[in-house]
């Protein structure tokens, strides 16, 4: 299972991006998958997952501000980051995990939110 991350930049603090990870060459189904990010000397933290039913988990530093999405047909997801804060910069790592065959993770992609 591959999985690529794409969108990271740089943006302005109250700006907007929009990851998007595509996992590929999956035999199994895939039970849930999100995102994680790693900030530069800090633990990396869930950012946000979405369930094959839909239903959604949020970090609560992120509630309100990100919107996470997926077309299942596609086993790719989404990451829309609006009023992006400098405490947001960080490596964002999208995973992806399937009951039968473990947790995969993407390279990860870095966004900097600096004005």
Known sequence: VQLQASGG?????????????????SRFRINHMGWYRQAPGKQRELVARIF???STVYADSVKGRFTISSDNAKNTV????NSLKPEDTAVYYCY?????DGTHWGQGTLVTVSS
Do not use: D, F, N, W
Request: net charge positive; glycine share 18%; with cysteine.
């Open 52 to 54: 094959s039913g839909l």
């Open 96 to 100: 992806a995990s399937m009951p039968a």
């Open 78 to 81: 989404y990451l829309q980051m």
């Open 9 to 25: 930049g740089l943006v302005q603090p109250g700006g907007s991006l929009r990851l998007s990870c595509l996992a590929s060459g």
